[in-house]
């Protein structure tokens, strides 16, 4: 399988690195950055389309996602497959299925969770909307860059698994922080608090694995003055997302459109931008 990878960022360039690793042969191209070790680089996004059985593309937008495949689709192999692994509004997502559809190519959208870390460690979930034929086609490029891939549905089911995943991370870390914050008013020391909502019925991911107060549980960004894992900037950017979900379908969603609020005030006005999501604890700590 030849492979081609756009978007060379953060998260692209270690998981086209493990492709490479794992003896795919892999042409890119990114408009800023250099390619990884081990793959070819292109002159450009067209070029590095040409002649793949699969382009895989991670890229900050819908706005990117569909400029890049108007640049690439002609330029793809009837039969190939564009792989979106990038996290973009649902609405672009099936825009870009149909410009694939009309010219000869396949388009899945995989969105993925597990942030930087998870990306160079080839541990990541990618959440796949298409066919369960292409699913399956491309199921072992999944299992380079990750521990789980899921089949959601049709093209955009991957999108909308990923908002409403990201939906729920982000009002969790949010009362993960408030939690903290509360616990130091009241004298409880972090510690123990970890140790009691950790066991108990307050558990969550927030808390268990990706704890935001320092020196509490296993490492984490908080440890690492919050250097970003997952940024305060994207987990605004996918509640964005998933309000603009929510008001196009009718959905009621108070608690996420609160979060989004919360971290856009963050993000804006409070020194969140650059750090990781789960700095916003320093908002309710200060303010508590």
Known sequence: MKVGFIGLGNMGAPMARNLAAANIEVAGFDIARACPEAVAPASSAAEAASSRDVVLTMLPDGE????????????MPPGSLLLDCSTVDIDSALKANEAAKAAGPRFMDAPVSGGVAGAAAGTLTFMAGGSKEDFAEVSPLFGIMGSKAVHCGGAGSGQAAKIC??????????????????????????????EVVSKSSGYSWSMNAYCPAPSVGPKSPADSDYEPGFAAELMLKDLRLAQQAAESSGADTPVGRLASKIYESFVENEGGAGRDFSAILLKFAKNG
């Open 64 to 75: 990117a996602l569909l400029a890049v495949a108007s640049e690439i689709i002609p330029a």
């Open 165 to 194: 995943n990201n939906m729920i991370l982000g009002a969790t870390m949010i009362v993960t922080c408030e939690a903290f914050a509360l616990a130091d008013k009241l004298g409880l020391s972090r510690e123990r608090m970890f």
